[in-house]
C-alpha cells in the first residue's frame, strides 16, 4: 500500500512562492509516476503536473512556467514549487501515484489527504 503525505501548503501573498512535498514510503517514486492536482473552491479537480520515473514532466498549460514539479527518489519525495502565486492558485493540492502517466485523475491510484494553499490578494 502506497501512503503518500503532502506538506507545505498556507497561505501566501500575492506573487509569492510555496514549495509543496509529497513524502511516499520508500522507493515508490522509483516505480510510480507522480502527479499533484488541485481542486478549488466550488470546481473541479484539475491536473497540475506530473513527473515519470524517468523524469520526465508535464504541466497543465495555464500553469507552465510558473509551476515545477521534480522528485528526490532518495527521500522518495517529489516536490511541487509554485512561484509568482495568484489568487486563483488558491487551492487544495493533492498528491497521487500511479502506475502511467496522465492529466486524469484516473490514471492515479494513490491519493494523499491534500494541503491547502491559499494566496491573498
Known amino acids: 500500500q502506497v501512503q503518500l503525505v503532502e506538506s507545505g501548503g498556507g497561505l501566501v501573498q500575492f506573487g509569492g512562492s510555496l514549495r509543496l512535498s509529497c513524502a511516499a514510503s520508500a522507493r515508490t517514486f522509483t516505480n510510480y509516476v507522480a502527479a499533484w492536482f488541485r481542486r478549488a473552491p466550488g470546481k473541479e479537480r484539475e491536473f497540475v503536473a506530473f513527473?515519470?520515473?524517468?523524469?520526465?514532466?508535464a504541466y497543465a498549460d495555464s500553469l507552465r512556467g510558473r509551476f515545477a514539479i521534480s522528485g528526490d527518489n532518495a527521500k522518495s519525495t517529489v516536490y511541487l514549487e509554485m512561484n509568482s502565486l495568484k489568487p486563483e492558485d488558491t487551492a487544495v493540492y493533492y498528491c497521487?501515484?500511479?502506475?502511467?502517466?496522465?492529466?486524469?485523475?484516473?490514471?492515479?491510484?494513490?491519493w494523499g489527504q491534500g494541503t491547502q494553499v491559499t494566496v491573498s490578494s
Open positions: 497521487a501515484a500511479g502506475t502511467t502517466w496522465g492529466t486524469r485523475s484516473s490514471a492515479y491510484h494513490y
Open positions: 513527473i515519470t520515473t524517468s523524469g520526465s514532466t
